[in-house]
């Protein structure tokens, strides 16, 4: 089983990023393959966790 090396969630044939299978799909722009800085996924945690 593969861990996304920027955030560390498991990586399954859904969230495996179809550019580069070291990081998962919200780590890495699936449009144009550009990868998220880790201030960029924390921030998108908080968000995540801030609309719940
Ligand atoms: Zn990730």
Redesign the pocket.
Known sequence: MNQ?E??G?TLDEKTTSKFDER??I??QNQQSGELASKEQ?KEGSINAAMQV
């Open positions: 996304c920027s955030c969630m990081f998962c919200h780590c996924v």
